[in-house]
């Protein structure tokens, strides 16, 4: 899968999910194409959601709601997943 298909499927299914103000999905991967263990078939992610949704739950049950939406993704084509709530 490339980036821009997987940026794409993660915004999709993550506003489809979660009541969002505000959705920003990076690709971060370029930080870590030197370190040892890495996948190119696997991207470093930077999830930054705007949502009252979410911040009515802790971090725990928020991070949790997301992983699950995102499970697939996660399994094959994800190898970090950075999460912040706004």
Do not use: A, P, W
């Amino acid at each position: 899968m490339d980036i821009n298909n997987l940026i794409s499927i993660i915004k999709k299914k993550i506003s489809t999910n979660i009541t969002c103000e505000n959705l920003k999905v990076e690709d971060k991967t370029f930080l870590h194409k030197n370190h040892s263990g890495n996948d190119n078939n696997k991207f470093h992610i930077k999830l930054s959601i705007e949502s009252k949704e979410l911040k009515k739950m802790n971090k725990i049950e928020r991070n949790k709601k997301v992983y699950k939406i995102l499970s697939d993704e996660i399994s094959k084509s994800i190898h970090s997943l950075q999460i912040l709530i706004n």
